[in-house]
């Protein structure tokens, strides 16, 4: 194997990423059709959430902390003042958008996690005749027929931890076997709440990109098995998709406008590509050139970064070819390479991806915490730097770019927080105690 990295990175781009320093890259194909070949079909993320409709009755019967929002999986959309005076340098308003919150699985992986576990549920059911169509009563999914036809599935997956937590929760629910195939990056308090559900945690010494590949190897020599495929899923990428619409309509309750005199700027935390493709993919389809979506990964895991700094077709270039070793405790987003797939489906949407390193994860995570009391994960917080980075010159450079300079005081900045509510207290207060610790080096 050769250790090359995509071409058209120049050279500082190149000692950053080797360097493991900061950096925003912009996407020289943002607004190429012809970078994107193979568009999925923007219809798609409409049948989604006609699909997560019809399901909310059910899930709001499994799901009691559902009865609220009638069955409706959502995160809140919160102005967030006060964190906006210390990450916010261009004005404007900042908003977070609260997935880190989002009920049953406590991440972003409950959106796509769930639609595909449904997807699969809803496929069996129909092949078996008990729903007669898509407008019966799923409430029978719940009756011993449907129960016992659901057992003899296996649902597996590969995972750092939180699409592992949300398609067991999901799977264990529905009443099917569930196998989660973990990377050695994944938190032990994460296997520990999955194996109390009664889901098969296998454990893997590897990589991410590696239990996954483990996990789809088994499901393949068993024909009831079902593999929800990280790396190349479409079910997956459309339920991401679906938070598009959900926002519009939270951003015009709270009477923020979007369109060409008003840009939405949108940071995005990045693992294989999946959450913040789909949800790129979701708002170019209603904002169109008024948004600017930007992918935010740890300085040892820019997979996305690689892998759009390639070309169309050609396989993402691993992490490892830049002499990183994924050393970050962003476990959510620790992923070597990319999703081919997701690279190519948002090449000509997507404006730049950025890099950061876990000092500063922690430094927003303590500032999460004591500016608006909410509770991340480090991974989650990433996206707070997305202000900052395009206050540095290769951001001031994108927003001249595209004539953004005089909007921003009527622009929005939306950080998308994207896991934490499970962290176990204990845990947490050890996140909090690393950021003081890194806030306040001891001098020797
Ligand atoms: C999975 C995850 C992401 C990114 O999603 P990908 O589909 O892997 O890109 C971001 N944040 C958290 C907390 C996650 O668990």
Known sequence: MSNRLPESLSAIQINALRNSTPQLWLNPELGCPEASPEKPDVQEIHIAEARLQRFAPLLATLFPELNESKGIIESQLLPVRSLASTINPLGGHTFIKADHALPVAGSIKARGGIHEVLCFAEQLALENNILSSIDDDYSKLLESPAQQLFNRYEIAVGSTGNLGLSIGIIGAALGFRATVHMSVDAKAW???????????????????????????????????????????????????????????????????????????????????????????????????????????????????????????????????????????????????????????????????????????????????????????????????????????????????????????????????????????????KRYIQKSIEKSNPKVS
């Open 190 to 428: 994460k296997k520990a709440r999955l194996r109390k559900r009664g889901v098969t945690v296998i454990e893997h010494n590897a990589d991410y990109g590696a239990a996954v590949a483990a996990g789809r190897t088994q499901a393949e020599t068993d024909p009831f098995s079902y593999f929800v495929d990280d790396e190349n899923s479409p079910r997956l990428f459309m339920g991401y998709a679906v938070a598009a619409l959900r926002l519009q309509q939270q951003l015009d309750n709270a009477g923020i406008r979007v369109d060409n005199d008003h840009p939405l700027f949108v940071y995005l935390p990045a693992g294989v590509g999946g959450a913040p493709g789909g949800i790129t993919f979701g708002l170019k389809a209603l904002f169109g050139n008024a948004v600017h979506c930007f992918f935010a990964e740890p300085v040892q895991a820019p997979c996305m970064l690689l892998g759009m700094a390639g070309k169309a077709g050609s396989p993402p270039v691993p992490v490892y070819n830049a002499g990183l070793h994924i050393d970050t405790d962003a476990d959510g987003l620790a992923v070597g390479t990319a999703a081919q797939w997701v690279c190519d489906a948002v090449r000509d949407q997507l404006a730049g991806v950025y890099t950061e390193t876990d000092d500063r994860l922690y430094g927003h995570l303590a500032a999460l915490h004591e500016k608006e009391n909410i509770q991340v994960e480090p991974s989650a917080a990433i996206g707070c730097s997305g202000p900052g980075m395009l206050n540095t010159t290769v951001g001031r450079q994108f927003l001249e770019t595209h004539q953004l300079v005089t909007k921003l005081p009527h622009a929005t900045h939306l950080i998308w927080t994207t896991g934490g509510s499970f962290v176990p207290d204990s845990e947490y």
